[in-house]
T-cell receptor, first 116, second 114 residues
């Protein structure tokens, strides 16, 4: 069965510094996708970044990068140069591909607080 | 509209009543998902549609919950005999039917069962 674990309920970071949000996953499917979403206090879910299980390089999107360590089954999100607007809940998610359908499950989330 | 639309945005009902929540996905998105999110928690998977059929309904908590998507577009989540524990934000999302496709979420329907 799929499982996503985010072990950091809350994280603090100083403005302009980098922060890493942890995510580990468990799946028996060799084909899967990993996602990170941001949920500000307003409630909308915002897609940040995607990593496919067969991708050789770590995904990057602006200030976001995904530290993908396949053997360790981890997919940590790195946010560089934190901004006050980065304060939000962050969710790691996984989708199995191919024959497993495209069911996507989410972790419990990490609340990030950016300090001025 | 351009995004995923959910109605109602807020619903207050009494225990034991029947509730319907509607989701209008992005045009062209064949996959549609329902999630339930409690305060401070991650979205909990309920059901996933591929076209008109429920491809995976393993997350529906019990037989009081049912969802349909009769024409492969709009979906309705139906909750019978509501209980106070059903109170949550119900999120709908849609996507293209491919592994790399991110989910596009609606703003959610907040259900409060008194």
């Amino acid at each position: 069965a799929q499982k996503i674990t985010q072990t950091q309920p809350g994280m603090f970071v100083q403005e302009k510094e980098a922060v890493t949000l942890d995510c580990t996953y468990d799946t028996s499917d060799p084909s899967y996708g990993l996602f990170w979403y941001k949920q500000p206090s307003s409630g909308e879910m915002i897609f940040l970044i995607y990593q496919g299980s067969y991708d050789q390089q770590n995904a990057t999107e602006g200030r976001y990068s995904l530290n993908f360590q396949k053997a360790r089954k981890s997919a940590n999100l790195v946010i560089s140069a934190s901004q006050l607007g980065d304060s939000a809940m962050y969710f790691c998610a996984m989708r199995e591909g191919g024959g497993g359908g495209f069911k996507t499950i989410f972790g419990a989330g990490t609340r990030l607080f950016v300090k001025a | 509209g351009a995004g995923v639309s959910q109605t109602p945005s807020n619903k207050v009902t009494e225990k034991g009543k029947y509730v319907e929540l509607r989701c209008d996905p992005i045009s062209g998105h064949t996959a549609l998902y329902w999630y339930r999110q409690s305060l401070g928690q991650g979205p909990e998977f309920l059901i996933y549609f591929q076209g008109t059929g429920a491809a995976d309904d393993s997350g529906l908590p019990n037989d009081r919950f049912f969802a349909v998507r009769p024409e492969g577009s709009v979906s309705t989540l139906k909750i019978q005999r509501t209980e106070r524990g059903d109170s949550a934000v119900y999120l709908c999302a849609s996507s293209y039917n491919r592994a790399a496709g991110e989910l596009f979420f609606g703003e959610g329907s907040r259900l409060t069962v008194l």
